[in-house]
């Protein structure tokens, strides 16, 4: 599982810290300044890549990696 987490790119890992630390999309959009599509598309990369269905199994793999 490993391998999946590198190849994950920096803004998607970064996304996926700001919804473990609870923001939403809309949030996130505003901090990073960029539209909320886009959020929300890194998402559905990031879990494609990491072959989960949802994003808090995302984070729980992440977190459990220290990868966030």
């Known amino acids: ?4 987490v590198k ?3 920096s803004r998607q890992v970064e996304i996926l810290r700001f919804r473990a630390n609870g923001y939403i999309y809309k949030e996130i959009a505003h901090e990073l300044g ?3 599509d886009t959020v929300k598309e890194h998402v ?4 494609t890549k990491l072959h989960f269905k949802t ?7 992440l977190v459990r990696e220290n990868i966030i």
């Open 34 to 36: 960029i539209c909320e």
């Open 44 to 47: 559905s990369i990031a879990l």
């Open 55 to 61: 994003v808090t199994q995302a984070i729980v793999h």
């Open 1 to 4: 599982m490993k391998n999946q």
């Open 7 to 9: 190849k994950l790119t």
